[in-house]
């Protein structure tokens, strides 16, 4: 049961790609500010890598979330499937930051504005509409987060079920009380 549940996680991270209605697709990502404070905000799932647990997602450079796993390379992704009550708290550490021009190359015309403003994320401006776009400069970032440990929780009856998978175990996992 352990591993079904397991291998059910796996496939539903890698058909995110084909399946933009995937409960997975979005998630939060929670990283640890230099204070020591902790900060969520939501990211898509570009990739997942069943063979190493590695998750891959784009992010703009300049943002808060690379300034901090750049000073800590720990983080905690967190899946929620409403339909099925499922909660999934993957602690990862990132292992690769990288500007990569393929892969920028490859997303939609309509996407690449977003990693080519041409002030960082979180800057002030004076309205909504007051975004300029660099024309030849892009800020496009591959991150790349490896699995350490999964916590998988579903809600139902007659038992909650809850279920820890670490990696230095294997991933066999073990039964926790919800
Ligand atoms: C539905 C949704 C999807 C998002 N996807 C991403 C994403 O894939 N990558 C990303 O960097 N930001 C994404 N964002 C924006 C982030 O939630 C966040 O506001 C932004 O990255 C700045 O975060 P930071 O300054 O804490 O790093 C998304 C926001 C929403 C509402």
Known sequence: ??????EDCIERWINVKKDKKNPFRFFTLSTIALNGSPNSRTVVLRNFNKDNFVFTIYSDYRSQKITELNSDCR???????GKRSIQIVVSVKCISIIKNENTFKSIPHYSKKDYSSKLAPGDIITSPDAIDYEKKLNYFT???LEATAIDYLQLKRNNHLRIKYISSDGWSGVFLNP
């Open 142 to 144: 591959e991150l790349e």
């Open 75 to 81: 983080a905690q992704l967190l899946f929620y499937d």
């Open 1 to 6: 049961m352990k591993s079904i549940l397991l």
